[in-house]
Structures are given as structure tokens and as C-alpha cells.
């Protein structure tokens, strides 16, 4: 059973817009959740993350919001850009443990110019 | 800085032989370290993991076992490979178990025949 869910495989946007990755769990014991970028044949690189006790974190073009009680969070990219095309995970840790993170199958943003 | 390292980057295999991943991480000590695989189409999924030298854990029942000689060596190991094993091997490291970032070293990409 998936406890972080990513629903949309994929995702296409034209360059210069909004894009919004979306994230679903079903663990009420996660407090932090992140937000990875993951190029072709690479590992992935950590983009941006918050803690349960926020709503918003804001990091340059990225922003993560966090809705509790749906156990939904979101990532916008915006202005996207053609080096944004990756896929993107979101992964959760449970309170407790030893910094395990788990990990939705990803979203793959194409960005086109 | 800290840097993360893994060998091979591509590894092809007969099914039934043995194998060997390594993972080292340089710039940190007693760091947290993990093995996660990427299959196909899926996300990604964490194997083991480790606290401190000789200390693993396992996440999931497999043909693969690891093993942690050193502070900063982590190493993925199967006495038989399978051709289920073929994947996409990630070693990742973070400081400890309050730190919530993991940074992933580039990958080794395993295909067994």
C-alpha cells in the first residue's frame, strides 16, 4: 500500500508558466516532507522541503504547500523553464524514525520552450 | 564540501553471479547512509539503511544484503543476482537521524541477463 502517492506520471507545460506537481499520503505520522528533482541517469538532487507545522515554504521559483488535513502537498515551479524538465519526487518522513524517507514514483515535467 | 561516490556507475551481470556495489561519502563522519533502488517505471525504494559502523537495517526481504566496514563505506552485496535485481542503485547520506535532507550519490545502473 503507497503511503506517498504521485498521481500524474507525467506533466507538460509551456515554458514561462506555472507548474504544479501534486503529492497525496496517507500516513498521519509524517512530519517533513521534500520535494527531489531527478535527471536521467543521475540520483536526485533536493529541491526544496517543510515541516508539518507549516503551510507554505518559498525558495526562489519554488514553492511547496502543505495541506494537513487533506495530506496533500504541492509544488509550483513558476516561471518553469526548459531545465526544469525532470522527474520530480516527493517523499515523506515519519516522526521517529531514523530519517527514513519515503518516496512517491514520480512525476516527469517536460517544459517546452 | 561533501561528496558522495558510487561504483560502478553501469554494471551488467549473468543472472546467479555475485555483486558488489560501493558507496563512500567524504567531507562528513558518522553519517547516516542509505541504499534505495529504482526500478523500472517505479519509484524509489529504500533497501537498507545505517546508523553507525556494522549497524544495517533491512527494509525489505530480498536477495540483496549490505554491509558498512567503515565510517563513511557503505556496500550492497547479493551472493546470486536475479533478474529482478536489475535496476537503478542509489546510495544516499545524510547527517543523522534529525536531519531530514538526504543527498544521493550519481547511481550505479544494474541489468541482469
Known amino acids: 500500500d503507497q503511503q506517498v502517492k504521485q498521481n500524474s506520471p507525467s506533466l507538460s507545460v509551456q515554458e514561462g508558466r506555472i507548474s504544479i506537481l501534486n503529492c497525496d499520503y496517507t500516513?498521519?505520522?509524517?512530519?517533513?516532507f521534500l520535494w527531489y528533482k531527478k535527471y536521467p541517469a543521475e540520483g536526485p538532487t533536493f529541491l526544496i522541503s517543510?515541516?508539518?507545522?507549516?503551510d507554505k515554504n518559498e525558495d526562489g521559483r519554488f514553492t511547496v504547500f502543505l495541506n494537513k488535513s487533506a495530506k496533500h502537498l504541492s509544488l509550483h515551479i513558476v516561471p518553469s523553464q526548459p531545465g526544469d524538465s525532470a522527474v520530480y519526487f516527493c517523499?515523506?518522513?515519519?516522526?521517529?524514525?531514523?530519517?527514513?524517507?519515503?518516496f512517491g514514483k514520480g512525476t516527469k515535467l517536460s517544459v517546452k520552450p | 564540501s561533501q561528496t558522495i561516490h558510487q561504483w560502478p556507475a553501469t554494471l551488467v551481470q549473468p543472472v546467479g553471479s555475485p555483486l558488489s556495489l560501493e558507496c563512500t561519502v567524504e567531507?562528513?563522519?558518522?553519517?547516516?547512509l542509505y541504499w534505495y533502488r529504482q526500478a523500472a517505471g517505479r519509484g524509489l525504494q529504500l533497501l537498507f539503511y545505517?546508523?553507525?559502523?556494522?549497524?544495517i537495517s533491512s527494509e525489505v526481504p530480498q536477495n540483496l544484503s549490505a554491509s558498512r566496514p567503515q565510517d563513511r563505506q557503505f556496500i550492497l552485496s547479493s551472493k546470486k543476482l536475479l533478474l529482478s535485481d536489475s535496476g537503478f542503485y542509489l546510495c544516499?547520506?545524510?547527517?543523522?537521524?534529525?536531519?531530514?535532507?538526504?543527498?544521493f550519490g550519481p547511481g550505479t545502473r544494474l541489468t541482469v541477463l
Open positions: 500516513n498521519s505520522m509524517f512530519d517533513y
Open positions: 567531507g562528513t563522519s558518522n553519517p547516516n
Open positions: 545505517s546508523v553507525g559502523i556494522g549497524q
Open positions: 544516499a547520506w545524510t547527517r543523522d537521524s534529525n536531519n531530514n535532507e538526504q543527498f
Open positions: 517523499a515523506a518522513k515519519e516522526v521517529g524514525s531514523q530519517g527514513n524517507l519515503i
Open positions: 517543510i515541516s508539518s507545522i507549516k
